[in-house]
């Protein structure tokens, strides 16, 4: 991975991990002071920029348009947001972003408030303070397809987004069962990273 991952986790200002067998320095929030109403979320997740909430639900495709939505993770981002409102992350401070209109589509749909959601590749040179990302991609296939996910590129946009917290929503034992590098390397990187379920929210 190219760029920067801006959002830190566990991490000291000289930390840094490697992905794609690239530098990735994990320092920049870390040396940004914390606004009053992070600072209970940034306790709640014992210092980590970065927390995954994990799930089994399974994608659904739509054979017409051939996309790709995942209602179960949709109800897992609200819910999400949903906490953030109520710990005073402010929703224009909150961006969602995923890799298919439909899931966009659902998305809209289904958020407890107006929010903005966005489709990767639409976002690029852009950030927010606190960005969740829905990969939407969980079946059994063996080899865990995950379609244009196997774009290093797109995958490098949605991780550089962050400037105070990243949530990583998605199947980690699906990801973990990809043949494709780059999954296997931010599978390593994210592996010490708190899970939402895991933590007081």
């Known amino acids: 991975m190219e760029d920067t991952l801006r959002a830190a986790s566990h991490a000291s200002r000289d930390s840094k991990l490697t992905y794609e067998d690239k530098l990735i ?10 606004r009053p109403n992070y600072g209970e979320l940034l ?20 054979p017409i348009t051939n996309g790709y939505y995942n209602i179960g993770e949709v109800n897992e981002v609200s819910r999400l ?22 899931q966009r589509q659902e998305l809209l749909r289904a958020m407890p408030c107006k929010s903005d ?21 969980s079946n ?22 962050a400037q105070e917290f990243l949530f990583i929503v998605w199947n980690t034992e699906f990801f973990r069962r990809s043949h494709l590098q780059h999954f296997k390397k931010l599978c390593k990187l994210v592996h010490h990273c708190p899970k939402l379920s895991d933590l007081n929210l």
């Open 81 to 102: 947001v949903q906490t953030l409102l109520d710990k005073g992350i402010p929703s224009e401070d909150i961006t969602i972003l995923t890799f298919y209109e439909m």
């Open 43 to 62: 306790n709640a997740t014992g210092g980590s920029r970065i927390v995954i909430l994990d799930h089994k639900f399974f994608e659904k495709n739509e």
């Open 25 to 34: 320095d994990a320092k920049v929030v870390l040396e940004r002071k914390v």
């Open 117 to 137: 959601i966005r489709n990767v590749d639409a976002f690029q040179g852009r950030e927010n303070r606190v960005v969740i990302i829905s990969f939407v991609r």
């Open 140 to 161: 059994t296939s063996p080899k865990a397809s995950v379609g244009f996910l196997n774009s290093i590129n797109r995958i490098n946009v949605a991780l550089s987004r």
